[in-house]
């Protein structure tokens, strides 16, 4: 196994761009499976793209931190800062990437010409399937994050949405294991920040423990969760394919014999299809004094897997339906 090495620069004050680029070069020409390793210290990158195709696999085997420049405008406007394109059979192994967005937030809530948002795609995220607290994506206070065609398999969320998020395209995502794709625990905060225009399509879970998860804690709170739409979503063994909770109450600490001040509204499943782990592949638990408005249901097909025919279970939900529903409509 060849190795590239760049030890010789140990600190964040010097530029690390060149070095990398050359270890790439090398490894990329090697014609046996080659090793870029980054030692423990914190290396600075200003943006950089690592292109293929190359002749064998390639490791980055990174113990230290790389670093993007504290001036984001020093980035120019390429759209991301590190990217691997046109590669086969890579690995990007350990460490840690600082990509210093204290400046770009700033920008953003000045209301200042920033450069573009977030996007996440073609990544493997693994966890085992019994770790704690292994969100695979949290994302929380973000406008206009993008996240497609990835395999995320954890010990929690696969993909978290926290308070503040707005815009959020998610397409052709592979989880499980897993606790799927959640929006919240919202509301454990009295004022707190809104959920609006979430997207996820043309994706599959595999033996999680949820799909399509809404949850929020039992308590008072300002905030809301609004136009969600979910389409062409298959399950696979998938415990609760369906679910809004929201009378989340971990310990029954803070919250026993409240209600959940989350408003839900406009909530769109359609074409979603596959088989539940459990018997109630469809659960809509929403809060007796604010009411699920808007559930729109289109083209549901999800059945039990040891009885084949599943169950669904409505409470304080309103909504309409077309198509065929399996299991029964509740709404």
């Not at 390429?78 to 600082?98: C, E, H, K, M, T």
Request: with cysteine; net charge positive.
């Amino acid at each position: 196994m060849h190795k590239n090495l760049f030890s010789h620069i140990n600190d964040a004050k010097t530029d690390a761009t060149q070095p990398f680029l050359r270890a790439w070069a090398s490894a990329c020409n090697s014609k046996v499976t080659s090793t870029i390793y980054v030692p423990k210290g914190r290396f600075s990158i200003r943006f950089a793209e690592f292109r293929g195709p190359c002749k064998s696999a390639i490791n980055v085997q990174i113990d230290g931190t790389l670093i993007a420049p504290n001036d984001y405008r020093a980035l120019g406007n390429p759209g991301y800062w590190i990217l691997f394109i046109q590669v086969n059979r890579i690995s990007v192994i350990g460490g840690a990437l600082d990509a210093k967005g204290d400046g770009v937030w700033k920008c953003k809530k000045a209301g200042l010409n920033c450069p573009v948002q977030a996007r996440v795609s073609n990544v493997k995220i693994i966890a085992p399937d019994d770790s704690p607290n292994t969100d695979g994506i949290h994302v929380q206070s973000s406008t206009a994050v993008t996240i497609k065609n990835s395999v995320i398999q954890t010990g929690d969320d696969c993909i978290s949405i926290g308070p503040g998020t707005r815009n959020l395209w998610m397409e052709k995502i592979q989880c499980g294991p897993g606790h799927g794709v959640s929006i919240g625990s919202l509301g454990k905060d009295f004022k707190e920040d809104g959920v609006e225009n979430v997207t996820l399509i043309n994706s599959v879970f595999s033996g999680s423990d949820n799909g399509l998860r809404i949850k929020t804690w039992g308590r008072a709170s300002k905030g809301f969760v609004r136009n969600i739409r979910y389409q062409n979503i298959v399950m696979r063994n998938v415990e609760n394919p369906i679910i809004i909770d929201q009378n989340y109450c971990p310990g029954n600490q803070g919250c026993p014999r409240q209600s959940s001040g989350i408003k839900i509204s406009e909530v769109s499943y359609q074409n979603i299809q596959g088989t539940s782990a459990t018997p109630y592949a469809m659960v809509f638990d929403c809060s007796p004094t604010n009411p699920c408005r808007g559930i729109k249901l289109r083209d549901i097909k999800l059945t039990y897997l040891k009885t084949n025919k599943a169950q669904s279970r409505c409470k304080n939900v309103g909504g309409t339906s077309s198509g065929v529903i399996l299991p029964h409509n509740c709404l």
